[in-house]
C-alpha cells in the first residue's frame, strides 16, 4: 500500500501507555521516507481553532461527519495503515491549509 499526503486512511494508533492500538481514521499530511505525520480525525465537533470540519465528508470516504483535529498530531510508521478511505477535496484541503497557517505555530 503506498499512502500520499491528503489521503485518509484507517490506521492502528497505538495507546500513549504503549498497552495496545486502536484502529481510528487519520489524515495523511507528509509522509517522511517510511513514516507519516497524521492529523486525528473524530466525528465530534469542532471544539477549537485547531479542529476544521471536513465538509466534504462523505465525498472523502468518511462514513459521518467529521473533523480533522491539527493540535493531535502523531508520526507514524506507514505499515500501521491498514485501510485507505479516500482523499479530502480540494476545498477542505485549503480550508486545513488555511487553519495550519493561522493556527498552528511553534510556541518558543
Given at each position: ?37 497524521v ?46 478511505l ?15 497557517n ?7
Amino acid at each position: 500500500m503506498t499512502a500520499s499526503p491528503g489521503e485518509l486512511w484507517v490506521a492502528c494508533i497505538p495507546f500513549t501507555d504503549q498497552t495496545g492500538f486502536k484502529a481510528r481514521p487519520v489524515l495523511i499530511l507528509w509522509l517522511d521516507a517510511q513514516d507519516a505525520v497524521v492529523a486525528s480525525i473524530t466525528t465530534s465537533s469542532v471544539r477549537s481553532r485547531t479542529d476544521v470540519a471536513l465538509l466534504d465528508w462523505k465525498m472523502s470516504g468518511l462514513r459521518a461527519p467529521s473533523t480533522a483535529r491539527l493540535s493531535r498530531l502523531a508520526t507514524l510508521d506507514q505499515q500501521l495503515f491498514q485501510q485507505r478511505l479516500g482523499r479530502i477535496t480540494d476545498a477542505d484541503a485549503q480550508r486545513l491549509k488555511d487553519a495550519w497557517n493561522q493556527y498552528v505555530k511553534l510556541q518558543f
